[in-house]
């Protein structure tokens, strides 16, 4: 089986020729990106790992624009998790300053693109600095229609879960629920994604395969792309490549 994985996933399961056109009807609503790899971008180049982390913010601005045209709905992006705290102090702090980097370039496009830019994630121990710049564009865009644009910022998923079920332990023992309500439908109200739905399609770079504690819950019946192209070399090409192949999956929720 693990062999069987591994050339699959050498090959990037890319059953679809670079020329074949994107179906409209099929592309996806929500796209989920783990964003990895600026690091060993930046370690490649001999370069200071915050210099893969410029880079990389640089991308965004690309793909929102590109899934924006194709018709994406949602596009969550895992900018900075709750594990991250445990790097060094000066990648952290210039991890936290990226968000209002981007934003004071980025948000009057934005806004003139009707994206909405949302937050995914605690509040707490963020930098003024950081939550007054993601604050100010969730206002300045919450009357936009278009596509979501959706920061996990300050997120781990674990974290997620455990605040749902304490918010719904407290329901229940005011009253509110009983645990006969609670069921599937019921959790995913008390996440953080309530207002969204699940991602459709999940991209990681980097080649790393694993989640590393992003939307565990949300991301039961994904679908799952890994590239081993890291973030700051990921091109619209190459998020088009991930919907072609998103495109020839067969989805059956555990049906036949």
């Keep these: 089986m ?7 996933k050498a090959s990037k399961e890319s059953p679809a020729s670079p020329s074949t056109p994107i179906e409209q009807m099929k592309v996806p609503k929500h796209v ?8 060993r971008w930046a370690k490649n180049k001999g370069l200071p790992r915050v210099a893969g982390h410029r880079e990389g913010m640089k991308v965004i601005n690309k793909i929102v624009r590109k899934a924006n045209e194709l018709g994406v709905e949602v596009l969550s992006l895992y900018a900075f998790s709750t594990e991250n705290w445990k790097r060094p102090k000066t990648e952290v702090d210039f991890l936290l300053r990226l968000p209002e980097r981007f934003l004071s370039i980025e948000l009057p496009k934005l806004i003139e693109e009707n994206v909405q830019v949302r937050l995914m994630g605690s509040t707490e121990n963020l930098p003024d600095h950081t939550l007054k710049a993601v604050t100010k564009a969730v206002e300045s865009t919450k009357n ?3 596509l979501i644009l ?3 910022l300050n997120y781990g998923s674990r974290y997620e879960i455990s605040e749902a079920v304490k918010r719904i332990a407290r329901d229940v023992e005011a009253g509110v629920l009983s645990d006969a309500d609670i069921d599937d439908e019921l959790i995913s109200s008390y996440l953080m994604t309530s207002e969204l739905r699940d991602p459709d399609l999940l991209i990681r770079t980097s080649g790393e395969i694993r989640l590393s504690n992003f939307m565990l819950w949300q991301l039961a019946y994904s ?5 081993d192209i890291l973030w700051p070399d990921f091109s619209e090409e190459h998020f088009i490549e991930a919907i ?4 020839n999956r067969g ?6």
């Design 144 to 146: 936009n229609t278009g």
């Design 32 to 39: 989920a990106i783990i964003m990895d790899g600026n690091g």
């Design 150 to 152: 959706n920061f996990a």
């Design 251 to 256: 989805r059956r929720y555990g049906g036949v």
């Design 223 to 227: 679908e799952f792309w890994f590239t």
């Design 244 to 247: 072609r192949v998103y495109q």
């Design 2 to 8: 693990l062999e069987k994985f591994s050339k699959w």
